[in-house]
């Protein structure tokens, strides 16, 4: 037998989730049962088995479904992830806590561990209700993926304001729009802002008008404006 396209859950581990008695004679194989079987108990997205005859075997031809970020509902709880993968959780109330593929997809987080434990999950985390922000994930993602300054967390809480933990601190971005990327661009630009002496003072970076960025202090009551434009 022959696996292929496999990249995150091993060749060991899928050839122990197919239901194949050996021995068996090829002609008996039925590849949509074993299809089927396969997208019911892994993490795959398409599943295609074929019949080699020379030399005689299987191909099984998988698409796995590639977690990119925890996701965390409104209500979750830091003890719903495993501790030695993720670090903390900020938030403290219960909740059903699951991943996300690259296309807003859901998926358990016992899909993934159930048939390896030793799996990394991923560092990025995203709070908020995935039905609100699954239309807009997919474009949403890529930007944060080739983000220069690195984003740990996306929380989509409050619609009006998607904040964003990031190597800078934290920035308020307003409501999703397609002006995403050119906020990113300009906090790409402020990444010299930890050098300033007051840095340390900074509550939040204010870049619901990224023409014109603000700096949040913890402080002070009058909000300090960025001389990045």
């Known amino acids: 037998m022959v696996i292929e396209g496999n990249q995150y859950i091993s060749t060991q581990k899928i050839q122990a989730l197919l239901p194949i008695a050996y021995p068996q004679s090829l002609l008996r194989v039925q590849p949509q049962l074993i299809a089927r079987e396969l997208r019911a108990k ?108 690195k984003i740990s967390e996306v929380n989509w809480q409050d619609p009006a304001n998607l904040v964003l933990k990031t190597e800078l601190g934290t920035i308020y971005l307003g409501p999703y729009s397609h002006q995403f990327s050119y906020q990113l661009n300009v906090l790409d630009r402020m990444r010299k802002l930890p050098s300033h002496p007051s840095y340390s003072q900074i509550a939040y970076i204010d870049l619901r008008n990224p023409e014109a960025p603000v700096l949040q202090m913890f402080k002070s009551a009058d909000p300090v404006k960025s001389d990045t434009p």
Request: hydrophobic share 40%; proline share 12%.
């Open 42 to 149: 892994a993490p795959i997205a398409t599943v295609t088995v074929s019949r080699r005859l020379f030399p005689p075997g299987l191909v099984v031809q998988v698409q796995e479904r590639y977690p990119v970020a925890i996701a965390i509902p409104l209500m979750a709880t830091t003890s719903a992830i495993p501790a030695q993968r993720t670090g903390q959780v900020p938030v403290s109330s219960p909740g059903k806590v699951g991943l996300l593929d690259e296309s807003g997809q859901c998926i358990p987080i016992e899909t993934y561990t159930s048939i390896d434990q030793s799996i990394k999950l991923p560092a990025l985390k995203v709070i908020g209700n995935p039905d609100l922000y699954r239309p807009y994930w997919s474009k949403l993602y890529q930007e944060v993926n080739r983000s220069p300054v």
